[in-house]
């Protein structure tokens, strides 16, 4: 099985801070990686797949890059909005989830 | 305006059965494929089921396998999940989910989730 591995667990920002959260894949998963935003009481909602490309609809503030085993989610300015929890996926092999990544108010 | 819809959470005693369902809307069932996905109380998200839009491929998280059964109807624009001999770990909420394609892929429409709760 392909573990992700998020970090960091908690992450504490002011609002037009860039915050940047990282997601390690055991192997390879090529570009095959996707991130999801969840917000308390709520599905999860998808922003980026393929590894860099925003979903319709995600402001541009919100970016991904990487491949291979390393990937990153970057919010460039912090908004209100943004505070949820978020999720790294990878989709090469089965599917797997990392442990999330919470975003919370400094 | 894609809509999925669970129904048929509840909750039931550890052994016990329960049949979820999926109510798609707002696009053509029969040209994606879909997938449950659950999320145990307070912890993170964990696929465990996958079905082709042709109902032909299926595969299972190991946490599942032998005691999970997804299926479809696509005349009734419809996706399932019975779950057999439920443990107490199985509790958690239940997301139907799309994928964009044909093929396996991401997921980019959710259900609003269907709480299941296995408890004595």
């Known amino acids: 099985d392909i573990q992700m591995t998020q970090s960091p667990s908690t992450l504490s920002a002011s609002l037009g801070d860039r915050v940047t959260i990282t997601c390690r894949a055991s192997?390879?998963?090529?570009?095959?990686v996707a991130w999801y935003q969840q917000k308390p009481g709520e599905a999860p909602k998808l922003l980026i797949y393929?590894?860099?490309t925003l979903e319709s609809g995600v402001p541009s503030r919100i970016s991904g890059s990487g491949s291979g085993t390393e990937f990153t989610l970057t919010i460039s300015s912090l908004q209100p909005d943004d505070f949820a929890t978020y999720y790294c996926?990878?989709?090469?092999?089965?599917?797997?989830f990392g442990q999330g990544t919470r975003v919370e108010i400094k | 305006q894609v809509q999925l819809v669970e129904s048929g959470a509840d909750l039931v005693k550890p052994g016990g059965s329960l049949r979820l369902s999926c109510a798609a809307s707002?696009?053509?069932?029969?040209?994606?494929?879909m997938a449950w996905i659950r999320q145990a109380p307070g912890t993170g998200l964990e696929w465990i089921s996958f079905?082709?839009?042709?109902?032909?491929?299926?595969y299972y998280a190991e946490s599942v396998k032998g005691r999970f059964i997804v299926s479809r109807d696509n005349a009734k624009n419809s996706l399932y999940l019975q779950m057999n001999s439920l443990r107490d770990e199985d509790t958690a909420i239940y997301y139907c989910?799309?994928?964009?394609?044909?093929?396996?892929?991401?997921?980019?429409?959710w259900g609003r989730g269907s709480l299941v709760t296995v408890s004595s």
């Open positions: 989910v799309r994928s964009p394609l044909r093929v396996a892929a991401y997921f980019d429409s």
């Open positions: 707002g696009f053509d069932f029969s040209d994606h494929s």
């Open positions: 079905i082709s839009h042709s109902g032909r491929t299926i």
């Open positions: 192997q390879s998963v090529s570009s095959w």
């Open positions: 393929k590894a860099s």
């Open positions: 996926q990878q989709y090469n092999k089965m599917w797997t």
